[in-house]
Protein backbone atom coordinates (compact mmCIF):
# COMPACT_ATOMS: atom_id res chain seq x y z
CA UNK A 1 0.00 0.00 0.00
CA UNK A 2 1.08 3.42 -1.00
CA UNK A 3 3.15 5.28 2.22
CA UNK A 4 0.56 8.12 2.08
CA UNK A 5 -2.65 6.29 3.58
CA UNK A 6 -0.79 5.32 6.75
CA UNK A 7 -1.05 8.96 8.02
CA UNK A 8 -3.92 9.64 10.07
CA UNK A 9 -5.14 12.29 8.02
CA UNK A 10 -5.53 10.05 4.78
CA UNK A 11 -7.02 7.39 6.65
CA UNK A 12 -10.09 9.39 8.00
CA UNK A 13 -10.59 11.05 4.33
CA UNK A 14 -10.09 7.97 2.76
CA UNK A 15 -12.96 5.87 5.26
CA UNK A 16 -15.35 8.57 4.66
CA UNK A 17 -14.93 8.60 1.08
CA UNK A 18 -15.37 4.87 0.63
CA UNK A 19 -18.34 4.65 2.73
CA UNK A 20 -20.20 6.99 0.23
CA UNK A 21 -18.24 6.57 -3.05
CA UNK A 22 -16.31 3.48 -3.81
CA UNK A 23 -16.44 3.76 -7.51
CA UNK A 24 -17.92 6.76 -8.51
CA UNK A 25 -16.90 10.06 -7.76
CA UNK A 26 -20.49 11.50 -7.19
CA UNK A 27 -22.58 10.78 -3.85
CA UNK A 28 -26.49 10.28 -4.73
CA UNK A 29 -28.73 10.25 -1.39
CA UNK A 30 -31.60 11.01 -3.59
CA UNK A 31 -33.76 10.51 -6.45
CA UNK A 32 -32.13 11.48 -10.08
CA UNK A 33 -34.27 14.07 -11.59
CA UNK A 34 -37.19 12.88 -13.82
CA UNK A 35 -38.38 15.30 -16.48
CA UNK A 36 -41.80 13.55 -16.82
CA UNK A 37 -42.37 14.16 -13.26
CA UNK A 38 -41.73 17.80 -13.36
CA UNK A 39 -44.04 18.52 -16.61
CA UNK A 40 -46.61 16.37 -14.47
CA UNK A 41 -46.52 18.43 -11.97
CA UNK A 42 -46.69 21.38 -13.99
CA UNK A 43 -49.53 20.61 -15.55
CA UNK A 44 -51.71 19.55 -12.63
CA UNK A 45 -50.79 22.40 -11.02
CA UNK A 46 -52.16 24.74 -14.06
CA UNK A 47 -55.20 22.17 -13.75
CA UNK A 48 -55.98 23.61 -10.39
CA UNK A 49 -55.29 27.42 -11.05
CA UNK A 50 -57.69 26.93 -13.81
CA UNK A 51 -59.79 25.46 -11.42
CA UNK A 52 -59.58 28.18 -8.65
CA UNK A 53 -60.15 30.80 -11.29
CA UNK A 54 -63.64 28.87 -12.21
CA UNK A 55 -64.22 28.96 -8.78
CA UNK A 56 -63.99 32.83 -8.19
CA UNK A 57 -67.14 33.16 -10.81
CA UNK A 58 -68.75 30.15 -10.19
CA UNK A 59 -68.71 29.27 -6.46
CA UNK A 60 -72.36 29.36 -5.46
CA UNK A 61 -73.84 28.92 -8.76
CA UNK A 62 -75.49 26.00 -10.26
CA UNK A 63 -72.14 26.04 -12.87
CA UNK A 64 -69.68 25.16 -9.94
CA UNK A 65 -71.62 22.78 -8.56
CA UNK A 66 -69.80 19.54 -7.42
CA UNK A 67 -71.76 17.16 -10.16
CA UNK A 68 -70.30 19.96 -12.89
CA UNK A 69 -66.66 18.91 -11.60
CA UNK A 70 -66.79 15.05 -10.98
CA UNK A 71 -64.49 14.75 -14.28
CA UNK A 72 -61.97 17.22 -13.32
CA UNK A 73 -61.26 14.75 -9.93
CA UNK A 74 -61.30 11.96 -12.20
CA UNK A 75 -58.74 13.42 -14.69
CA UNK A 76 -56.51 15.01 -11.63
CA UNK A 77 -56.78 11.37 -10.30
CA UNK A 78 -55.49 9.65 -13.32
CA UNK A 79 -52.89 12.23 -13.20
CA UNK A 80 -51.85 11.55 -9.84
CA UNK A 81 -51.65 7.43 -9.99
CA UNK A 82 -49.98 7.75 -13.52
CA UNK A 83 -47.22 9.59 -10.87
CA UNK A 84 -48.00 7.36 -8.39
CA UNK A 85 -46.54 4.38 -10.54
CA UNK A 86 -43.94 5.36 -12.52
CA UNK A 87 -42.10 7.30 -9.37
CA UNK A 88 -42.55 3.51 -7.57
CA UNK A 89 -40.47 2.39 -10.63
CA UNK A 90 -37.50 4.83 -9.66
CA UNK A 91 -35.06 4.41 -7.21
CA UNK A 92 -34.96 6.74 -4.09
CA UNK A 93 -37.65 8.05 -4.34
CA UNK A 94 -39.38 7.48 -1.05
CA UNK A 95 -39.53 11.58 -0.66
CA UNK A 96 -41.72 11.93 -3.94
CA UNK A 97 -43.44 8.78 -2.91
CA UNK A 98 -44.88 10.16 0.41
CA UNK A 99 -45.44 14.22 -1.75
CA UNK A 100 -47.79 12.10 -3.98
CA UNK A 101 -49.66 10.30 -1.34
CA UNK A 102 -50.05 13.82 0.29
CA UNK A 103 -51.90 15.70 -2.51
CA UNK A 104 -53.70 12.64 -3.02
CA UNK A 105 -55.15 13.48 0.30
CA UNK A 106 -55.32 16.97 0.06
CA UNK A 107 -57.68 16.57 -3.71
CA UNK A 108 -59.86 13.63 -1.59
CA UNK A 109 -60.76 16.63 1.02
CA UNK A 110 -61.17 19.08 -1.33
CA UNK A 111 -63.43 16.98 -3.40
CA UNK A 112 -65.16 16.43 0.15
CA UNK A 113 -65.44 20.27 1.17
CA UNK A 114 -66.50 20.61 -2.79
CA UNK A 115 -69.73 17.92 -2.86
CA UNK A 116 -70.21 19.65 0.84
CA UNK A 117 -70.71 22.93 -1.63
CA UNK A 118 -68.94 26.20 -1.91
CA UNK A 119 -71.92 29.13 -1.36
CA UNK A 120 -69.09 31.83 -1.62
CA UNK A 121 -65.54 32.33 -2.93
CA UNK A 122 -64.16 33.09 0.62
CA UNK A 123 -64.34 29.28 1.36
CA UNK A 124 -62.16 28.35 -1.65
CA UNK A 125 -59.55 30.85 -0.71
CA UNK A 126 -57.97 28.78 2.48
CA UNK A 127 -58.12 25.77 0.09
CA UNK A 128 -56.52 27.62 -3.11
CA UNK A 129 -53.56 29.26 -1.04
CA UNK A 130 -52.61 25.59 0.59
CA UNK A 131 -52.77 23.80 -2.61
CA UNK A 132 -50.36 27.33 -4.11
CA UNK A 133 -48.59 26.45 -1.39
CA UNK A 134 -47.96 22.57 -1.96
CA UNK A 135 -47.09 22.94 -5.43
CA UNK A 136 -44.83 25.56 -5.08
CA UNK A 137 -43.11 23.51 -2.78
CA UNK A 138 -42.65 20.58 -5.10
CA UNK A 139 -41.68 22.72 -7.92
CA UNK A 140 -39.19 23.95 -5.31
CA UNK A 141 -37.99 20.57 -4.50
CA UNK A 142 -37.98 19.68 -8.58
CA UNK A 143 -35.87 22.89 -8.88
CA UNK A 144 -33.49 21.90 -6.48
CA UNK A 145 -32.82 17.79 -7.95
CA UNK A 146 -32.55 20.02 -11.26
CA UNK A 147 -30.13 22.19 -10.42
CA UNK A 148 -27.93 19.64 -8.83
CA UNK A 149 -24.45 19.84 -8.96
CA UNK A 150 -23.38 17.20 -11.66
CA UNK B 1 -59.97 30.49 21.53
CA UNK B 2 -59.31 33.48 18.76
CA UNK B 3 -55.99 32.98 16.56
CA UNK B 4 -54.21 37.12 17.94
CA UNK B 5 -51.49 37.69 15.53
CA UNK B 6 -49.31 37.04 18.78
CA UNK B 7 -50.18 33.29 18.92
CA UNK B 8 -49.80 33.34 15.23
CA UNK B 9 -46.21 35.24 15.74
CA UNK B 10 -45.60 32.43 18.67
CA UNK B 11 -46.86 29.21 16.09
CA UNK B 12 -44.90 30.51 13.79
CA UNK B 13 -41.84 31.04 15.68
CA UNK B 14 -42.20 27.43 17.20
CA UNK B 15 -42.91 26.00 13.62
CA UNK B 16 -39.41 27.13 12.48
CA UNK B 17 -37.40 25.95 15.72
CA UNK B 18 -38.64 22.72 15.15
CA UNK B 19 -38.16 22.80 11.70
CA UNK B 20 -34.45 24.26 12.54
CA UNK B 21 -34.13 20.77 14.60
CA UNK B 22 -35.37 18.22 11.99
CA UNK B 23 -33.12 19.95 9.07
CA UNK B 24 -30.24 20.88 11.23
CA UNK B 25 -26.82 22.14 8.76
CA UNK B 26 -29.50 22.35 5.18
CA UNK B 27 -31.72 25.19 7.42
CA UNK B 28 -29.85 27.93 5.70
CA UNK B 29 -30.41 27.06 2.36
CA UNK B 30 -34.66 26.10 3.10
CA UNK B 31 -34.95 28.67 5.59
CA UNK B 32 -36.62 31.48 3.62
CA UNK B 33 -38.76 28.96 1.76
CA UNK B 34 -39.85 27.44 4.72
CA UNK B 35 -40.62 30.92 6.80
CA UNK B 36 -42.56 31.65 4.10
CA UNK B 37 -44.49 28.61 3.87
CA UNK B 38 -45.50 28.59 7.86
CA UNK B 39 -46.42 31.99 7.72
CA UNK B 40 -48.78 31.01 4.48
CA UNK B 41 -50.03 28.11 6.76
CA UNK B 42 -50.81 30.91 10.21
CA UNK B 43 -52.59 33.35 7.84
CA UNK B 44 -54.94 30.44 6.27
CA UNK B 45 -55.54 28.97 9.94
CA UNK B 46 -56.99 33.12 10.79
CA UNK B 47 -58.99 33.10 7.82
CA UNK B 48 -60.43 29.53 8.43
CA UNK B 49 -61.37 30.59 12.06
CA UNK B 50 -62.60 34.16 10.51
CA UNK B 51 -65.28 31.52 8.10
CA UNK B 52 -66.16 29.86 11.36
CA UNK B 53 -66.85 32.62 13.43
CA UNK B 54 -68.88 34.59 11.07
CA UNK B 55 -70.91 31.84 10.44
CA UNK B 56 -70.02 30.78 6.75
CA UNK B 57 -68.91 27.13 7.19
CA UNK B 58 -69.90 24.10 9.23
CA UNK B 59 -67.82 22.54 11.90
CA UNK B 60 -67.53 19.95 9.60
CA UNK B 61 -66.72 22.15 6.88
CA UNK B 62 -64.15 23.87 9.12
CA UNK B 63 -62.53 20.26 9.78
CA UNK B 64 -62.06 19.53 5.71
CA UNK B 65 -60.57 22.76 5.89
CA UNK B 66 -58.03 22.63 8.47
CA UNK B 67 -56.99 18.84 6.96
CA UNK B 68 -55.87 19.93 3.81
CA UNK B 69 -53.79 22.76 5.61
CA UNK B 70 -52.46 20.11 7.87
CA UNK B 71 -52.10 17.85 4.78
CA UNK B 72 -50.31 20.83 2.81
CA UNK B 73 -48.33 21.78 5.89
CA UNK B 74 -46.86 18.10 5.59
CA UNK B 75 -46.24 18.08 1.67
CA UNK B 76 -44.01 21.21 2.44
CA UNK B 77 -41.98 19.44 4.90
CA UNK B 78 -40.96 17.16 2.82
CA UNK B 79 -40.12 18.91 0.28
CA UNK B 80 -38.03 21.10 2.23
CA UNK B 81 -36.33 17.96 3.60
CA UNK B 82 -36.17 16.73 0.01
CA UNK B 83 -34.42 20.10 -1.01
CA UNK B 84 -32.57 19.78 2.38
CA UNK B 85 -31.02 16.63 0.92
CA UNK B 86 -29.88 17.42 -2.26
CA UNK B 87 -27.70 20.62 -0.67
CA UNK B 88 -26.32 18.16 1.75
CA UNK B 89 -25.43 16.10 -1.41
CA UNK B 90 -24.06 18.97 -2.70
CA UNK B 91 -21.90 20.32 -0.22
CA UNK B 92 -20.36 16.54 -0.28
CA UNK B 93 -20.00 16.61 -3.84
CA UNK B 94 -18.23 20.10 -4.07
CA UNK B 95 -16.14 18.62 -0.94
CA UNK B 96 -14.85 15.61 -3.45
CA UNK B 97 -14.20 17.46 -5.82
CA UNK B 98 -11.95 19.52 -3.77
CA UNK B 99 -9.82 16.88 -2.15
CA UNK B 100 -10.51 14.50 -5.67
CA UNK B 101 -7.02 15.66 -7.01
CA UNK B 102 -4.45 15.60 -3.83
CA UNK B 103 -6.27 12.27 -2.49
CA UNK B 104 -6.11 10.70 -5.98
CA UNK B 105 -2.25 12.52 -6.18
CA UNK B 106 -1.20 10.48 -2.74
CA UNK B 107 -2.87 7.57 -3.21
CA UNK B 108 -1.05 7.46 -6.99
CA UNK B 109 -4.34 6.16 -8.87
CA UNK B 110 -7.50 7.63 -9.47
CA UNK B 111 -9.97 6.90 -6.40
CA UNK B 112 -11.91 9.39 -7.10
Redesign the interface.
Known amino acids: M ?1 H ?2 NHPW ?1 RL ?2 SC ?1 LI ?2 ISC ?6 QEYDEVTDRQITSMQEKFARFFVKMRKQAGMPEGNYAKYESFYDDVRTQLNVLEVRNRAIPRTD ?2 N ?2 IS ?2 E ?2 VD ?2 E ?2 HR ?1 GF ?2 Y ?2 V ?3 K ?3 E ?2 F ?3 L ?2 QL ?2 KS ?2 K | MTLTDKNRKDLLERMIEAAKEVLNSSWLEVKP ?1 AEQ ?1 FS ?2 T ?2 LK ?2 QE ?1 TTAG ?3 Q ?2 AR ?2 M ?3 K ?6 I ?6 G ?6 T ?3 I ?2 V ?2 TP ?1 NK ?3 WA ?2
Not at chain 2, 78 to 83: D, N, P, S, T, W
Request: net charge negative; aromatic share 6%.
Open positions: HATDILLFSSQVRLIITDISLKELLNLMTTDEIPVYAMSSAAMKFALRI | FEHFDNLILKITEQNQEIQESMRLVLCIRGVIVAAENLNAIEIKVALGLL
